[in-house]
């Protein structure tokens, strides 16, 4: 499972890539807003420190209008890969730049047969967001069985990208669907490290090798 970052703030990109394990970034508006930089400036800063797929999401919403900003954020970079709502604009955008070999991210997911649809638009990720459905009550996870159940069973190239992810859980249970990539908030990339039997089995390593006296170095 690829594991990307789901952040706009440059200085967790940065102590993420720096453990090797970071495959890519998702942004979305909220994100930059809440970040407080300049998209534009933001973007390729972005996908120079990281190699793998960096999402910049379209701010339009009519077809016209998106597709315009969406020829110019393709621009930025070779690994930029273009975010577009999951709406009929959004998809016919997503024809139109797949065809040019532009990687596509289709966000707002909630159904399997949006899904299906971004798929044959060629897609190259498709953002199942399964906090917001957990949120009103609905199984996230069950969106993301079915998504992988219907793109093997058509052999889609579309990547299933888990978005939304609020905690571990969510990432083993959709990592053991065969699920492709799980966008992630820092914390929750960091939560994983973390089990509470290897504090306690280091606590105690360190401790019996302090008595030994000896040194490695
Ligand atoms: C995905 O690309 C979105 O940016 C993100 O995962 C949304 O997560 P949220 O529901 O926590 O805002």
């Keep these: 499972m690829k594991f990307f970052v789901d952040t706009a703030d440059i200085n967790d990109i940065k102590d993420l890539e720096s453990t090797g394990l970071l495959d890519g970034v998702t ?87 949006q899904a299906l649809l971004a798929a044959k638009a060629g897609a190259a990720f498709i953002s199942p967001f399964v906090g917001r459905l957990d949120d009103i009550c609905l199984d996230g996870l069950d969106l993301i069985a079915d998504i992988c159940t219907i793109y093997n069973n058509y052999d889609f190239k579309t990547e299933v990208l888990v978005a939304s992810v609020r905690n571990p859980v969510h990432i083993i249970e959709s990592a053991k669907m065969g699920a492709d990539v799980a966008t992630c908030p820092p914390n929750v990339i960091r939560q994983l490290y973390k089990h509470p039997l290897t504090d306690k089995g280091l606590a105690a390593f360190v401790e019996d090798w302090k008595n030994t006296g000896q040194s490695i170095l």
């Design 27 to 113: 942004t979305n508006p909220s994100l930059i807003a809440k970040s407080g930089q300049n998209f534009l400036e933001l973007i390729p800063e972005i996908c120079k420190v990281v190699k793998g797929p960096v999402s910049a999401e379209v701010a339009a919403t009519d077809y016209d209008t998106m597709q315009k900003e969406a020829d110019k954020l393709a621009k930025i970079a070779d690994n930029i890969a273009v975010k577009v709502p999951l709406t009929e604009a959004g998809l016919k955008v997503c024809k139109n730049l797949s065809d040019n070999g532009t990687m596509v991210n289709v966000t707002l997911c909630f159904s399997a047969g």
